[in-house]
């Protein structure tokens, strides 16, 4: 029965978040900052994978929450995210210079790169919200980290719930 | 046509160093009536042979396969060296069917040669004497050499043990974790690393000819795919257009890669790109998920996952035709990572079944499914090139671990690491 659940569940969100039509993909993105990877084959010591840290961006008690969380193989708003993407979305459209890095994340469970592609879901949910909101699109990127970056280690609910989410990243 | 720029990264001079950790097999099941064999030690060429034991080898080799049962040294009565001294009689009273004898020499220019003999304890004949010449540093390959051997000799099915593994390999406890890609020989020895980063490496996948392996690397922030030249250490950014750059696998003539991209909008489809000149053309338009393509073996088309029917299923579509995808799987609501067998005859998934997520094979003429493993949160099957096993990431503890299985699903066997957590196997080709 717990299957009959989880296959019903799978089915009524897919149909909740079909996404819009496409185009032809856009040409590379500029240059990029340098590398962090190494096929030296020594450690790469000192690199840190963030290029930007918690105190960035703006402080207040909505504002500084900055992480949208999803339920299982869902990629709409809750309704419990609805006031942190809204206080986002009015300080973005505020300040039209500040940018943001929509970076989204599923749980570990099933295929990786079928993750990516459901982390971008989310992504671009948060996305659209702000957009909707007034915020521009040259204010807004999005990323996806699938699975391959988790928030929380282990293989329970618990961990799932803080995975399946979009860290709204603050830009320098 | 817009030509692709060819970002040169990072190209060490030293572009791998073998670590010392390494991965250990375990075997978890095998056949019911494994054939008894009995590889004696080999006699050895002290020091050109660098202490390796080659007999070990040969015999973990062949019963990784679960086909065979080698016979435990320890009740070895007799350790001949050549096939004259069997004294096949004697040997028969130990119940084995099979005695492997051998010799490790050193020649005057430096190389190692490696004679093995085969024995068929019942009629008591030599029956085949494969022999290997190499230089020391290869040794160990030349034992998994003669395992393909002798398996190929017994089993009739060209053994795939002198082969090669690539797999990710993480550390550290979230958010930050360090990533790593490494080759390794099939059972796990000989580890080298091939890449390192703070940020995600994911998707390796190998070239045919096994020189390369192209895979996608966050080092960027965003998703990059490069194409890595193994010995050199050579890099080179192939695609790094916005949105998701991922899932690259090799054209079997090693010319193209099909990949998935996203564009800004975040609606993944198919593309084909063409290495030599950067041409890319585009093999899915939908408003799903479509991604995790992977050619035929004739290169004629490819298999790829969508979402387009509401969840995850597997399709199949020809390369320059204008017909729709024609969906695959039918039998579960999530079946996902399609892996085609070097014969193009059965299909390796993920797919859910019972509520966990398992390794199964469908058989592409007659649509049959058949679960493989029994695991809970299983992922990313490949087949190995004589299609006789699988190998795929598994959970033991909590930890991501290398698994195999044989496609009949009689066979299994586990790799695991000694830090860390390992995952995305691939099996790289048969090597020249």
């Known amino acids: 029965m717990k299957n009959l659940a989880l296959i019903s569940v799978l089915l009524a969100s897919f149909t909740l978040i079909g996404g819009c039509k496409s185009k032809p993909p856009e040409a590379p ?17 000192g690199a840190t994978a963030g290029d930007t840290d918690a105190t960035m961006g703006p402080s ?113 | 046509m817009r030509k692709l720029k060819f970002c040169l990264g990072l190209a060490a001079l030293v572009a791998a160093v073998p670590a010392f950790a390494q991965l250990r097999l375990t075997i978890t099941s095998g056949v019911t009536d494994p054939i008894p064999i009995a590889v ?38 007799f350790t001949p060296t050549t096939a004259a001294e069997v004294d096949a009689a004697g040997w028969k009273q130990q119940r084995t069917d099979y005695v492997v004898v051998g010799r490790v020499s050193a020649l ?6 490696i004679d093995a003999e085969l024995v068929n304890v019942l009629t008591g004949q030599r029956i085949f004497g494969p022999y290997f010449i190499v230089q020391p540093a290869n040794l160990r390959n030349a034992a ?89 250490g050579k890099k080179t950014m192939v695609s790094a257009r916005a949105g998701i750059n991922g899932a690259p696998t090799y054209s079997p003539d ?31 338009d939908d408003p799903g998920i479509d991604t995790e393509a992977v050619f035929t073996p004739d290169g004629s088309g490819v298999y790829f996952t969508s979402d387009r029917s509401g969840n995850p299923q597997i399709y199949r579509l020809t390369i320059g035709s204008t017909e729709r995808p024609k969906r695959v ?22 797919t859910l079944d019972n509520g966990a997520y398992r390794i199964a094979l469908q058989d592409l003429t007659n649509g049959t499914v058949t679960v493989l493993s029994k695991g809970r949160q299983e992922e990313s099957p490949s087949f190995a090139p004589n299609g006789a096993m699988l190998i795929f990431a598994g959970r033991e503890r909590g930890q ?7 496609v009949d699903g009689q066979t299994s066997a586990r790799l695991d690491a000694d830090a860390g957590e390992v995952r995305e196997p691939v099996w790289g080709p048969f090597l020249p």
């Not at chain 2, 004696?40 to 019963?63: S, T, W």
């Not at chain 2, 564009?263 to 093999?283: C, V």
């Open chain 2, 108 to 113: 005057a220019d430096g190389q190692i040669r």
């Open chain 2, 144 to 232: 998994h050499r003669v395992a393909d051997a002798l398996y190929e000799k017994i089993i009739g099915v060209r053994g795939a043990f002198a082969t090669r593994i690539a797999y990710v390999s993480v550390d550290g406890k979230p958010p930050t974790q360090r990533y790593e890609l490494y080759v390794a020989d099939s059972d796990g020895a000989n580890r080298t690393r091939i890449l390192a980063s703070p940020l995600p490496i994911m998707s390796p996948a190998w070239s045919p000819d096994g020189e390369w392996l192209a895979y996608v690397s966050f080092e960027r922030r965003v998703s990059a795919i490069f194409v890595q030249h193994r010995r050199s």
């Open chain 2, 329 to 350: 799987t039918f039998t579960g609501g999530y079946n996902a990572r399609p892996r085609i067998s070097p014969d193009g005859k059965q299909l390796a998934l993920l």
């Open chain 1, 60 to 172: 207040g008690e909505l504002l500084s929450k900055r992480v949208v969380y999803f339920d299982f193989d869902r990629a709409d708003i809750r309704a419990d995210s609805q006031t942190v993407v809204a206080a986002h979305a009015a300080y973005l459209s505020k300040n039209p210079g500040q940018k943001v890095r929509l970076e989204g994340h599923a749980d570990e469970r099933g295929s990786r790169e079928y993750n990516i592609g459901l982390g971008e879901r989310r992504g671009q949910a948060v996305r659209r919200a702000l957009a909707l909101s007034g915020v521009t699109e040259a204010q807004l990127s999005t990323v996806s980290y699938g699975e391959e970056r988790p928030a929380a280690a282990g293989s329970d609910e618990q961990a799932y719930a803080l995975n399946r989410r979009v860290e709204i990243v603050y830009l320098k």
């Open chain 1, 29 to 45: 993105p500029a240059p990029a900052p340098a590398s962090t990877a190494d096929t030296s084959g020594v450690d790469n010591a």
């Open chain 2, 400 to 406: 991501g671990v290398l698994q195999t299985v044989s």
């Open chain 2, 40 to 77: 004696v030690p080999f006699a050895r060429a002290v020091p050109a042979d660098g202490g390796l034991d080659v007999a070990q080898v040969i015999q973990r080799d062949l019963e990784s396969s679960g086909r065979f049962k080698g016979m435990a040294r320890t009740d070895m009565v």
């Open chain 2, 254 to 284: 090693g010319k193209k890669l099909a990949l998935t991209l996203s564009g800004s909008n975040g609606n993944l489809d198919i593309y084909l790109l063409e290495l030599a000149s950067g041409q890319l053309t585009r093999l899915t």
